[in-house]
């Protein structure tokens, strides 16, 4: 990846979230995605409930739980490409952005925030996610698990953004619904939010955030108050 110019000191927030189960309900999509290559691979569909539970750290993590211990490493990868291909294809049949996160971000973005994204998700269809669902004109930057040689909870994708953004640690924050993106903000020094409508809420207690809320309009009049 080419280096990183770093920008003058900015006063305006870094705000970074999360994508499946903090700005989107995919969770539909994945499990018939998933199900879909297991049938490719010969295999019986999984519980929906229990397809959620491998999200979060990424395509390739996903696919190995979802294949099982038994699958050899030529099965998974032949379960990989066709997951993201058949995925690539449908990322968008029934997900749905999660209620108030387009009028929290509007907001946002017209108070001056600096917005970002950082997922585990490949990028390219991230980033045609965030397009169909018109807010990429308010994102100054998609970062996907294939942008960076370590994926999250390592902290070179939020190092990176507040290095692009010239943004303090004190005014970033890492927003997402699981461990993983707690682990992240801790990681990178950052403070962080837990989303609890999500993916994984349950993991939030594991790596307490500095603010939880049930709801993104939560997070955003919080935000605005500061």
Not at 17 to 45: H, Q, Y
Not at 99 to 114: D, K, T
Request: with cysteine.
């Amino acid at each position: 990846m080419s280096s990183v110019t770093t920008l003058p000191m900015s006063d305006r927030a870094l705000l970074i979230f999360d994508l499946d189960g903090t700005l989107i309900d995919s969770r539909l999509d994945l499990a018939n995605a998933v199900n879909a290559t297991r049938a490719e691979m010969g295999k019986a569909p999984l519980e929906h409930s229990l397809v959620f539970s491998y999200v979060g750290n990424g395509a390739p993590v996903l696919i190995r739980k979802a294949m099982g211990p038994e699958a050899s490493e030529a099965d998974v990868k032949h379960a990989l490409e066709f997951f993201l291909a058949y995925y690539r294809d449908h990322a968008v049949d029934d997900t749905t952005l999660y209620p108030g996160v387009r009028e929290s971000l509007e907001q946002l973005h017209a108070a001056g925030m600096q917005l970002a994204v950082l997922t585990n998700k490949p990028v390219r269809i991230s980033e045609s996610i965030m397009n169909t669902m018109g807010l990429s004109p308010m994102l100054f930057r998609v970062y996907g698990g294939n942008s960076f040689e370590q994926k999250k909870p390592h902290p070179i994708g939020i190092d990176t953004l507040r290095a692009e953004a010239g943004t303090a640690a004190e005014i970033t924050w890492m927003v997402g619904d699981s461990i993983v993106d707690m682990q992240t903000a801790r990681n990178a020094g950052v403070k962080s939010c837990g989303v609890t409508y999500g993916f994984q809420p349950e993991t939030l207690g594991e790596c307490p955030p500095d603010l939880l809320v049930d709801r993104m309009e939560d997070f955003a009049t919080r935000i605005l108050s500061l």
